[in-house]
């Protein structure tokens, strides 16, 4: 079982560029999310879906975009990659019951130069 | 709109000592408390999580946290540390379902403790 998964692992952008990080998960769960981490900031949810085609801006949403077209993924879309946007990124996701803990993938860490 | 602070971000403590980690949060609805742990190039895993059962949580690896409702904290602990739990620590509030609302398990994260054990 491999739960969240996340590619690629490492990435490095030039200001202006774009790029699609990946996200699937193979638990069948209705809820992902996508979070970014910064150093002694924690993690801030960018985005978030509660099912296929349903998608919803978290805290931080400017300068990414998402989508959900299967259960399985939930890829999150730079488009014009700023430096402002070099961070760890972390996708999770969860099952709509009770109160499931989130499940996360080993993150992607992105460098925008 | 909720938040969570965690006091401190380094905590040193040597090889068998009590490990304490603060968390406090700010909730307009009875909350849900996690504590996670993120050890270096990895994701996040769940240490243990508040749900209002009891207030005293034990959760994996000997840790242990407590809630207190006139604090508002959610402090973790271990008795005594291993080198092994050497990692970043963070506590998140999920949004809470209540009358007329909705919960979509949005976590609300601290800003991290470093833990340091030392031989």
């Known amino acids: 079982n491999a739960g969240v998964t996340q590619t690629p692992k490492f990435r490095i952008l030039k200001i202006g560029q774009s790029m699609t990080l990946q996200c699937t998960q193979d638990m069948n769960h209705n809820y992902m999310y996508w979070y970014r981490q910064d150093p002694g900031m924690g993690l801030k949810l960018i985005y978030y879906s509660v099912g296929a085609g349903i998608t919803d801006k978290g805290e931080v949403p400017n300068g990414y975009n998402v989508s959900r077209s299967t259960t399985e993924d939930f890829p999150l879309r730079l488009e014009l990659a700023a430096p402002s946007q070099t961070s760890v990124y972390f996708c999770?996701?969860?099952?709509?019951?009770?109160?499931?803990?989130?499940?996360f993938g080993d993150g992607t860490r992105l460098s925008i130069l | 709109a909720q938040s969570v602070t965690q006091l401190g971000s380094h905590v040193s403590v040597s090889e068998g000592a009590l490990v304490l980690l603060r968390c406090n949060y700010s909730?307009?609805?009875?909350?849900?408390l996690f504590w996670y742990v993120q050890y270096p190039n990895q994701g996040l895993q769940l240490l243990l999580k508040y749900t209002s059962a009891a207030t005293l949580v034990k959760g994996i690896n000997g840790f242990e946290a407590e809630f207190k409702k006139s604090e508002t904290s959610f402090h973790l602990t271990k008795p005594s540390a291993h080198m092994s739990d050497a990692a970043e620590y963070f506590c998140?509030?999920?949004?809470?379902?209540?009358?007329?609302?909705?919960?979509?398990?949005?976590?609300?994260f601290g800003q991290g403790t470093i833990l340091t054990v030392h031989p």
């Open positions: 909730s307009s609805v009875p909350p849900y």
């Open positions: 999770a996701s969860r099952r709509n019951m009770g109160l499931e803990p989130q499940h």
């Open positions: 998140a509030v999920s949004d809470r379902r209540d009358a007329g609302g909705t919960s979509y398990g949005k976590l609300t």
